[in-house]
């Protein structure tokens, strides 16, 4: 069985559409929303699909402890995470659980889905899909999984000890890390599922914020890791100008579970 999670604060507009998606998809699966007591139409959302979903509460203190609340309440042996504004395909969970099956030795996925946009798209939604393109083109050839469709088996998340408690982002960054620092290895698949771009500034300016302070406390944890040196070497920027973008975050203090 397939553990489907979703974590959810106040995300009303989108997560009627997307648990339906989840529900519609094809495949045995569980699903659960892990919810910040959110206070727009959440909770009235929530009671239409009672019996077909668990609903779980934490405190909104950080979304790797919001993750790990999920995962430990779930009980299949793969879990995919859905974010609240994102919508599955007919058959995403079902090209899921095949690729487990043909390939054994592959022990998480970053599953790719794509954007899409409204007829007539905004700035803000053109200036989001452009700033995730041009940073999935310049990321390393080895690249980790985004947790908007992150799937992994379970006992990878055992082994790493789940997710990092830290309130920033990035927690699915530094999974991916301690995964394939104990030797897990990654596969990546493309999906027809999608997510909606933010449709206001304000979003997305607090989306990148949140984005940039948990990327840099990953830096700060993983710069002197041979893995992640290697994949620094092997991103685009590097290979176009013979070295990296020199960023400090010497300055910074990381946050302590």
Same mark, same amino acid.
Request: charged share 30%; aromatic share 12%.
């Given at each position: 069985?397939? &553990?489907?999670?979703?974590l959810?604060?106040?995300?009303?507009?989108?997560?009627?559409?997307?648990? +339906?998606? !989840?529900? %519609? /998809?094809?495949?045995?699966?569980?699903?659960?929303?892990?919810?910040?007591?959110?206070?727009?139409?959440?909770?009235?959302?929530?009671?239409?699909?009672?019996?077909?979903?668990?609903?779980?509460?934490?405190?909104?203190?950080?979304v790797?402890?919001?993750?790990?609340?999920?995962?430990?309440?779930?009980?299949?042996?793969?879990i995919?995470?859905?974010?609240?504004?994102?919508?599955?395909?007919?058959?995403?969970?079902?090209?899921?659980?095949?690729?487990?099956?043909?390939?054994?030795?592959?022990?998480?996925?970053?599953?790719?889905?794509?954007?899409?946009? &409204?007829?007539?798209?905004?700035?803000?939604?053109?200036?989001?899909?452009?700033?995730?393109?041009? +940073?999935? !083109?310049? %990321? /390393?050839?080895?690249?980790?999984?985004?947790?908007?469709?992150?799937?992994?088996?379970?006992?990878?998340?055992?082994?790493?000890?789940?997710f990092?408690?830290?309130?920033?982002?990035?927690?699915?960054?530094?999974?991916?890390?301690?995964?394939?620092?104990?030797?897990?290895?990654?596969?990546?698949?493309?999906?027809?599922?999608?997510?909606?771009?933010?449709?206001?500034?304000?979003?997305?300016?607090?989306?990148?914020?949140?984005?940039?302070?948990?990327?840099?406390?990953?830096?700060?944890?993983?710069?002197?890791?041979?893995?992640?040196k290697?994949m620094?070497?092997?991103?685009?920027?590097?290979?176009?100008?013979?070295r990296?973008?020199?960023?400090?975050?010497?300055?910074?203090?990381?946050?302590?579970?």
């Amino acid at each position: 069985m397939i &553990s489907v999670i979703v974590l959810s604060k106040n995300n009303g507009d989108t997560l009627d559409k997307c648990l +339906r998606s !989840i529900i %519609e /998809s094809e495949g045995k699966k569980e699903i659960i929303v892990v919810d910040v007591h959110s206070t727009d139409n959440t909770p009235q959302i929530l009671r239409k699909y009672h019996g077909k979903i668990k609903v779980v509460y934490d405190e909104g203190k950080g979304v790797g402890i919001a993750r790990n609340i999920g995962v430990k309440h779930s009980k299949g042996d793969i879990i995919c995470f859905v974010d609240a504004d994102a919508f599955c395909s007919k058959d995403h969970f079902i090209k899921i659980e095949e690729f487990f099956k043909r390939n054994p030795h592959i022990s998480f996925l970053n599953v790719i889905g794509r954007a899409k946009t &409204s007829k007539n798209p905004s700035f803000v939604e053109r200036m989001e899909v452009a700033l995730r393109y041009s +940073r999935r !083109i310049l %990321e /390393s050839d080895l690249s980790l999984a985004s947790a908007c469709f992150m799937a992994f088996r379970r006992e990878v998340f055992r082994d790493v000890d789940g997710f990092w408690e830290i309130p920033y982002g990035a927690e699915d960054l530094d999974f991916s890390m301690k995964a394939l620092a104990n030797g897990w290895r990654m596969g990546t698949i493309k999906t027809d599922s999608w997510y909606v771009p933010r449709k206001s500034f304000k979003e997305l300016f607090k989306e990148m914020c949140w984005w940039a302070k948990g990327k840099a406390c990953w830096v700060k944890k993983w710069r002197n890791h041979p893995l992640a040196k290697r994949m620094y070497e092997n991103r685009r920027a590097f290979r176009i100008l013979g070295r990296d973008i020199p960023v400090s975050y010497t300055h910074l203090t990381l946050p302590t579970n």
